[in-house]
């Protein structure tokens, strides 16, 4: 019965035409096609200005949407004369290192630990206590890298907090400018990154555990199962879904660098391992006005992202059946 009910409203829904079902959904349209125009005005649209990069030698001054520009030379090599030197640029070989050994340490040591947080903030049994900590964790990630990066800098002078700390203690013999050597700065953003970024990155991952069904611990807990066992039998492969998508996303953005960290961090002293894609291109477009040399590298970052989350995408969908699309 329930069966033929089913069918008898599928059949009437059919029945009814285009503009009587676009009526009755009439605000449930509005709020999408608010979205869509938004995702053609703010995210196609302006995908036009890629012509820059194949232009011989693009100028602001320019309108994008005018005939001048249509008519403006094109670059050599059918176009892609900037793609190539950028890859002959003797400063390539190590902007990628500095990219990719960034990301990957990010990658490597940012991504498991917000996992880790979250299981143990999870297993903790005080309720004010656990408060506690997600604000004292939260707090960092609502100040602006600016901000983060001037107070960084006072601590890492020869005369801030680290340095004392460290030569009380018998670590340094002699106070340190930590940003003026290139040997540190990698470090320094692994470590602040997670500063920053750590409780806010837990939280998507809180409310995964959050609906694991508590049944599961019930059940285990008569079987004998430890808290230790519970959380790799349980815990663990219920958020093994979130955890996948996250890190499709996380590989996506390994030529991601976070500009507005590595800006305000980096200086003419540490440059020999700061220098990364956006530092670079910043440069290039700002300071040198190589607008289509500029906006090709910008291009080859994003293709390079978009290859690294498609690979990222059809291994775990390989692996795990798990994946974006």
């Known amino acids: 019965m329930e069966k033929e009910m089913t069918q008898t409203s599928v059949t009437i829904l059919n029945k009814k035409s285009l ?30 200005g890629l012509l820059i990069a194949f232009k011989k030698n693009y100028r602001i001054t320019t309108p994008l949407f005018s005939i001048e520009f249509l008519k403006s030379a094109w670059a050599a090599t059918g ?8 890859f002959k640029d003797e400063e390539f070989v190590n902007i990628m290192v500095n990219t990719l050994g960034i990301s990957i340490l990010k990658l490597l040591i940012c991504f498991p630990l917000p996992i880790v947080f979250a299981i143990l903030l999870n297993e903790v049994k005080s309720d004010h ?65 997670l500063w920053k970024e750590l409780g806010w990155s837990a939280i998507i991952y809180l409310a995964a555990i959050s609906g694991i069904d508590q049944q599961m611990y019930e059940a285990a807990e008569i079987d004998g199962a430890s808290r230790l066992r519970q959380i790799f039998s349980i815990t663990i492969p219920s958020i093994k879904g979130t955890i996948i998508i996250m890190f499709i996303l996380a590989v996506g953005g390994l030529l991601n660098s976070n500009f507005d960290q590595i800006f305000v961090l980096w200086n003419p002293l540490n440059s020999e391992r700061s220098n990364v894609i956006d530092i670079y291109t910043y440069t290039t477009a700002m300071r040198s006005m190589r607008y289509s040399y500029a906006s090709a590298i910008g291009l080859f970052k994003s293709v ?21 699309f």
């Not at 176009?79 to 950028?86: A, K, M, S, T, V």
């Not at 964790?137 to 700390?165: A, C, K, M, R």
């Not at 978009?306 to 692996?319: D, E, G, P, R, S």
Request: hydrophobic share 55%; proline share 3%.
């Open 304 to 324: 390079v992202a978009f290859i690294l989350l498609f690979f990222a995408n059809q291994v775990t969908k390989k692996v795990n059946k798990t994946s974006l």
């Open 129 to 193: 206590f656990k408060k506690n900590i997600q604000t004292i964790s939260y707090l960092p990630h609502f100040l602006s890298w600016v901000v983060l990066g001037g107070i960084l800098t006072s601590w890492l002078d020869e005369n801030g907090i680290v340095n004392q700390i460290l030569v009380r203690v018998g670590i340094m013999e002699k106070p340190l400018a930590f940003l003026a050597y290139p040997r540190f700065f990698w470090a320094i953003v692994v470590i602040s990154d």
């Open 19 to 48: 503009w009587q079902r676009l009526k009755e959904e009439k605000w449930l349209q509005f709020m999408a096609w608010a979205g869509l125009i938004w995702m053609l005005v703010f995210n196609y649209a302006p995908m036009y």
């Open 79 to 86: 176009g892609l004369q900037h793609f190539i030197n950028f």
